[in-house]
């Protein structure tokens, strides 16, 4: 091979350099980005692995970032929200203005977008029982029947067996708390009825647990949805937070007692809060 010449040696290491400059140009971003990368993947490593662990059957919140932020919100209110009446649920209880709805009341919301019955077996102590709540109200399920739709969940029966270790919990660390259990409002999800009907005998079993039957209120002559009362398939709208809350307002005065509840007036609903 004939040697370069020292003018074309000299413009070889010219591309050379320019070349290597390119490729540390690329290669920094990346560089900088792999640490958070990696702490990504390690986070959602280390949420897989209490999910995967997690007490109950079915499926849990996938969205663990928003899982842990409000997590972390409510454990700062732990000590304002002491004795409150306490919200336990998934985005509908979490876009419901409580304060609004019953007012007078001391309320605690502790629902979670996406969250499923699973899911707040596993938070049940934390954020509910160590607020030492007078009453607890229980609406969940839906996202249950979303991932199971999905593929991702199983049958009504698992739903239920969640709920049931919900009470069985709440009734061990709190005798004689009163927990009302709403029904899931219709959303158009395979096993829905059979789902209510299953938590049906489950709150038969539990005396201190109380079903607040509203499932029917929010249907057309039909027995189809009223769409009316919904701003997409599964999150009511104002309207329906009203239907909502005036079914659900008797049943807190009459297990919490008439001194502690709100006082009567023309149901409100529940303004949206900030989207999660």
Partial sequence: MKPLSGKSQAVL???????????AQHAGPRSK?????????????????????????????????????????????????????????????????LARAFPGLKT???????????????????????????????????????????????????????????????????PGTPVIVCEIM???????????????TVVADFPDAHRCTSYGLFLNPDGRQNATLFKDPTHPNAAGYAVWQAALEPEIKKWLGSANAAPAAAPRGCRGRLRA
């Avoid at 219709?186 to 059979?194: D, N, Q, V, Y």
């Fill in 108 to 174: 605690a919301n502790r629902g979670i977008s996406g969250d499923t019955t699973r899911g707040m077996l596993y938070r049940l102590q934390e954020d509910v029982l160590d607020l030492h709540p007078p009453l607890i109200v229980l609406l969940c399920g839906v996202n249950d029947l979303s991932e199971a739709m999905a593929g991702h969940g199983g049958p009504p029966q698992g739903l239920a067996a969640n709920v049931r270790s919900m009470l069985a919990t709440i009734s061990t660390a709190q």
């Fill in 186 to 200: 219709p959303a158009g999800k395979r096993g829905l009825k059979e789902a209510n009907t299953a938590v049906d």
């Fill in 33 to 97: 980005t792999a640490p958070l990368t990696q702490a990504r993947e390690e986070k959602a490593a280390y949420w897989e692995n209490i999910f995967k662990t997690a007490p109950g059957a079915g499926p849990v919140n996938g969205d663990w970032a928003r899982w842990e932020k409000y997590r972390a919100q409510y454990a700062k209110a732990k000590h304002a929200d002491q004795g409150a009446v306490v919200f336990l649920g998934d985005s509908i209880s979490f876009h419901c203005d």
């Fill in 13 to 23: 290491i010219a591309a050379m350099a320019c070349l290597s400059t390119v490729q």
